[in-house]
């Protein structure tokens, strides 16, 4: 099985970066996905890692240490409608490819 | 390119009546498909998940069923509901080893 853990809750003003973090035990291990989830709605794709380092996307970069079992979501010129839930998820590595998702980090941007 | 749609959006159901939810895809061929629970302040819970017809693995013990009777259909059925099966389900699916994408989702509320 999977242990993933991330923060609760965050806050954050506009125009301000923030940076969620994740941590992951994995008995396999074939990827790290970010994905965002406004409240009511399905979750949406945003990010995946498998090798090490930093993938950038716009005003989102996701960055993955797999010898650490740790990656963060960095978000930049926070907006407004970025107030989300951002869930981590750690894929494991049969061909299944099976989801593992932390509880999700409930993220509020303010004015 | 590949949608999936879900059904119904919203479910109000008393305690003890069936339940039937269906997800299809389309734009694909021999999708992984999958169905989650996201109970209030929770994380996502794989209940099922299909690589194929008439192929199901169920995660978590429980009072609902799945069946894949096509490619590209999906059901989440139960006989008897009870107040413990209210929260949001999703279906989702993916190509083999890669990213899943989710369908816009399923209130339930028992009552």
């Known amino acids: 099985g999977q242990n993933i853990d991330q923060p609760t809750e965050m806050t954050a003003t506009e125009g301000a970066i923030v940076q969620i973090n994740c941590t992951y035990q994995?008995?396999?291990?074939?990827?790290l996905f970010w994905y965002q989830q406004h409240a009511g709605e399905a979750p949406t794709f945003l990010s995946y890692n498998v090798l090490d380092g930093l993938e950038e996307k716009g005003r989102f970069s996701s960055f993955l240490s797999r010898s650490k079992g740790y990656s963060y979501l960095l978000l930049k010129e926070l907006q407004m409608k970025d107030s989300a839930s951002y869930l981590c998820a750690v894929r494991e590595g049969s061909t299944l490819g099976r989801l593992y998702f932390g509880r999700g980090t409930q993220l509020t941007v303010w004015p | 390119s590949q949608t999936i749609h879900q059904w119904p959006a919203t479910l109000v159901q008393p305690v003890g009546s069936p339940l039937s939810l269906e997800c299809t895809v389309e734009g694909t061929s021999n999708p992984n498909l999958y169905w989650y629970r996201q109970a209030a302040g929770r994380g996502l819970q794989l209940l099922f998940y299909?690589?194929?017809?008439?192929?199901i693995s169920s995660e978590v013990p429980q009072n609902l069923s799945a069946s894949r009777p096509q490619d590209r259909q999906f059901i989440l059925s139960s006989k008897k509901l009870l107040l413990s099966d209210s929260g949001f389900y999703l279906c989702?699916?993916?190509?083999?080893?890669?990213?899943?994408?989710f369908g816009p989702g399923t209130r339930l509320t028992v009552l």
């Open positions: 994995t008995s396999g291990f074939n990827g």
């Open positions: 299909s690589v194929g017809i008439g192929q």
């Open positions: 989702a699916w993916s190509e083999r080893g890669h990213t899943q994408y």
